[in-house]
Nanobody, 124 residues
Framework: QVQLVESGGGLVQAGGSLRLSCVAS????????MGWFRQAPGKDREFVAS????????YYMDSLKTRFTISRDNAKNTIYLEMNSLKPEDTAVYYC?????????????????WGQGTRVTVSS
């Protein structure tokens, strides 16, 4: 059964914007927190942003907090990642994760479910 589905990636010029979406279904829809991670070619998957679904509390990679915004729509079991002023170094596959009882949302190993990823390419 499908748990997490990301969408919204694509090719954009530097300085542009994209909004990613992640829809949760099945058991993933009962998560307490969801987050976005990204993986650039040849690099490890890294934390981008996360949100607790009840409180709305958010966390960000420090270097991204001025350009990226995570939000949620609990009625739609969906989280979003608004990305502005995109740079070529933002090029990566962006993954959505969800967990049933996450305490530390920056840790990849704490997530129970992952989507297939959506590719973001920023051209210079």
């Amino acid at each position: 059964q499908v748990q997490l589905v990301e969408s919204g990636g694509g090719l954009v010029q530097a300085g542009g914007s994209l909004r990613l979406s992640c829809v949760a279904s099945g058991r993933a829809a009962n998560s307490n927190a969801m987050g976005w991670f990204r993986q650039a070619p040849g690099k490890d998957r890294e934390f981008v942003a996360s949100i607790y679904l009840n409180s709305g509390r958010t966390y960000y990679m420090d270097s991204l907090k001025t350009r990226f915004t995570i939000s949620r729509d609990n009625a739609k079991n969906t989280i979003y990642l608004e990305m502005n002023s995109l740079k070529p170094e933002d090029t990566a596959v962006y993954y959505c994760g969800a967990g049933r009882s996450i305490v530390a949302t920056r840790e990849r190993s704490n997530y129970d479910y992952w989507g297939q990823g959506t590719r973001v390419t920023v051209s210079s």
